[in-house]
């Protein structure tokens, strides 16, 4: 089956740095992706909306310029959360819809827990 | 834009007995997809069922049923024969056909099943 592949799983990052996650598909094309966050004990919460050789859609409230997102080919797209701050400590997860058009649902990646000391 | 919600913060069931989970929705589209996944503690997202919302024929896989009620705007998960492996929290989502077809999800339900 199609398989999204998200690395890495986990990274400890310094406030004021940035943090770089990716996101593949492994099996095939990804022309949207989309990036979620989930704090402890909630449920997902969309971020933006990744198209492929276009800029992102974010959602209400989520800062552009802080959470950049790439989607340069049809298989990777990248998140960078720049000037981390302890408050963007959280679990991010990514998902990919392919090319084709058979209603199959999302797939997801491992996600990526981030912490910012 | 769509809601979905979850009313069952926590469930809990025997093990081998029957649960069910509920799940309400409500959207503006017509043509849309509902979806039921499973994040056990590995937190990876894993989809248990879906139902197309235009198919009245309620969706199966093995142990897990739904129970779709197009005009309530529900759409219920039941899971027969519970077994250890199935505690997890269970998110509810609805996708749109149109548009970006993001996933919306419900704040979910935790299952834990009692030995």
């Known amino acids: 089956g199609a398989v999204v592949s998200q690395h890495p799983s986990w990274v400890i990052c310094k406030s004021g740095t940035s943090v770089k996650i990716e996101c593949r598909s492994l099996?095939?094309?990804?022309?949207?992706m989309f990036w979620y966050r989930q704090f402890p004990k909630q449920s997902l919460m969309l971020m933006a909306t990744?198209?492929?050789?276009?800029?992102?859609?974010?959602e209400q409230g989520v800062e552009k310029d802080k959470f950049l997102i790439n989607h340069a080919s049809l298989t990777l797209s990248t998140l960078t959360v720049t000037s981390a701050h302890p408050e963007d400590s959280s679990f991010y997860i990514c998902s990919a819809h392919g090319t084709w058009r058979d209603n199959s649902p999302l797939h997801f990646g491992n996600g990526t827990r981030l912490t910012v000391t | 834009a769509q809601t979905v919600t979850q009313s069952q913060p926590e469930m809990s069931v025997q093990e081998a007995e029957t649960v069910t989970l509920s799940c309400t929705y409500d959207t503006s589209e017509s043509d849309y997809y509902l979806f039921w996944y499973k994040q056990p503690p590995s937190r990876q997202m894993i989809l248990v069922i879906r139902q197309e919302a235009y198919k009245q024929q309620n969706a199966t896989e093995n142990r897990f049923s739904v129970n779709f009620q197009k005009a309530a705007k529900s759409f219920s998960l039941k899971i027969s024969d519970s077994q250890l492996g199935d505690a997890a929290m269970y998110f509810c989502?609805?996708?749109?056909?149109?548009?970006?077809?993001?996933?919306?999800f419900g704040t979910g339900t935790r299952l834990t099943i009692i030995p």
């Open positions: 990744s198209n492929e050789g276009s800029k992102a859609t974010y």
């Open positions: 099996d095939f094309q990804a022309t949207t």
């Open positions: 989502a609805c996708k749109s056909n149109f548009g970006n077809e993001k996933l919306t």
